[in-house]
């Protein structure tokens, strides 16, 4: 079933909060909004389902393919180019030509718009164009100047990267790929498994947080990792990353969990998806 996100015919409550429902997807709300909302979606469907289609429009914004020139742009301003350094070359032979001799050698300022109009404006059209279409290749190529630069130089571990984006300003986009990246189970690092931890128990945006979890799957071999699945499960508010801790916890077949989830899908504030989910979980662990 699709949910318009019109506010036509909405009742009081959800239009109340219908504005605060895309940064809520986004994990940018206040504490205090965020509380407000989570409330209401505990008893809302049409909101939920509103809260997931913003978070699934996100997802496929991350996605998109960077757009990159085409070989005949570049061709095309090649030759432009080309034309141009051959129009000054002609005009600075002619003016050599022209020239008289002086009879008393005299410094003179040559002001640097002494040109005709035509040209000057023709000259500084053609450096912006440069430089518009030098950012753009440089877009481009970069994947080749990445990997050339990682071979000169040594990168810094994923561990130190994902802690700088802890304390640094980020967009949960960068955040999500930083922590996707995370390695497999024949990469451990003792380093990356506490960040992740970290990252799974604090970072504002769901999203990253559920990125989290499946970086720390895929490092399941690690004995901190069960634990760490187990102690973040009380801490999280937002029904998906609960819902994937919990399906996680199953596959790791953690029976440590089932406190944890008996206390869960006792919660009143959790929404009743997440407490079915919850109870299931503890028939599968018992």
């Known amino acids: 079933m699709h949910t318009s996100f019109t506010s036509h015919d909405l009742p009081a409550s959800c239009a109340a909060l219908e504005d605060l429902l895309p940064a809520y997807a986004e994990g940018e709300l206040a504490p205090a909004e965020q509380a407000q909302v989570e409330a209401h979606l505990a008893t809302c469907p049409a909101c939920q389902e509103k809260v997931a289609q913003y978070r699934s429009l996100t997802d496929d914004l991350v996605g998109l393919p960077l757009a990159c ?167 999280q508010t937002d029904p998906n990353v609960q819902i994937t801790l919990i399906e996680l916890l199953v596959e790791l077949r953690t029976p440590e969990a089932v406190p944890q989830l008996e206390r869960l899908a006792q919660r009143r504030d959790a929404l009743p998806v997440v407490r079915q989910q919850a109870e299931q979980g503890i028939g599968l662990l018992i």
């Open 69 to 235: 020139p085409t070989p005949e742009m570049r061709t095309d301003f090649m030759a432009m180019l080309q034309r141009e350094k051959a129009a000054l070359s002609t005009e600075q032979a002619a003016s050599v030509v022209k020239a008289e001799p002086k009879i008393e050698p005299q410094a003179k300022v040559v002001s640097m718009w002494s040109r005709p109009a035509t040209r000057q404006w023709l000259q500084i059209a053609a450096s912006i164009l440069l430089v518009a279409v030098g950012v753009v290749l440089g877009l481009s190529l970069r994947p080749s100047t990445e990997q050339l630069a990682a071979n000169q130089t040594r990168k810094p571990s994923l561990a130190t990267q994902l802690a700088t984006a802890a304390t640094q300003p980020a967009t949960a986009s960068d955040r999500i790929q930083l922590v996707s990246n995370a390695p497999a189970n024949d990469q451990q690092n003792d380093a990356t498994v506490l960040v992740l931890v970290n990252t799974l128990n604090t970072d504002p945006n769901p999203n990253v947080r559920l990125a989290a979890c499946e970086a720390l799957y895929r490092l399941r071999k690690d004995p901190r990792v069960g634990p760490a699945l187990v102690h973040s499960l009380p801490l």
